[in-house]
């Protein structure tokens, strides 16, 4: 029984004196590095973390988070709600001191619809470290989503009082979500190779 005790004592010491030589040897490496070499390994660090994270959202995402944009993928907003659940923080837009959400409309007129409103919000997306990232997000009263009737070269456009305003608006609130979440998450665009995983 005793002999076991101090076995174990000894095995005790022998790895805390292994730590406080390792811990020893990684102070003395920090001291005689340059600043650029502690700039690289943390560069190198933060790039695997990025790295991490988006084989991390390959991995989540399907073909429903992505729409093809002429010869590129583009992430819609249940990408971006993905990315809310997997990373967590907070997204709000931005409000006034009456806590309406804060609004930019341009109106201007157009020959083929009569008038042309672009509605601007601001949002903000805080991380868990406690990062954030303000972005902007604009629709147009004319998007063919909404101002065109059918999807031939011989569509219609809709006049200004046949669009339904608040769904412009919603898109504009809808695309400051998704900025926000991409560019606080540190996603660009898709590889040629993410994209054939992904669709």
């Keep these: 029984m005793g002999g076991d005790l101090v076995r174990a004592t000894t095995m005790e010491l022998e790895i805390r004196h292994a730590e406080d030589a390792a811990r020893m040897r990684a102070i003395d490496q920090f001291a005689q590095a340059t600043v650029e070499e502690i700039m690289l390994a943390a560069a190198e660090k933060r790039l695997a973390v990025l790295e991490g994270r988006r084989q991390l959202v390959l991995k989540a ?69 406690g990062k954030s990232v303000e972005q ?14 059918g999807k031939d070269e011989n569509a219609k456009w809709r006049q200004f009082d046949e669009i339904n305003l608040t769904d412009i608006m919603v898109a504009a609130q809808t695309e400051t979500f998704k900025k926000c979440l991409f560019r606080g998450c540190g996603l660009g665009d898709w590889t040629e190779a993410e994209g054939k995983e992904l669709l």
């Design 61 to 129: 995402f399907n073909e429903t988070d992505v729409n093809r944009m002429g010869e590129k993928l583009a992430k819609n907003k249940f990408a971006a709600e993905k990315l809310l659940e997997i990373f967590g923080g907070v997204f709000e837009l931005l409000k006034d001191p009456n806590g309406r959400p804060l609004v930019d409309v341009q109106v201007f007129k157009d020959a083929d619809v009569g008038e042309v409103r672009i509605y601007t919000y601001y949002g903000r997306y805080t991380r868990p470290d």
């Design 136 to 149: 902007m997000g604009s629709f147009s009263s004319k998007d063919p989503f909404f101002a065109k009737v």
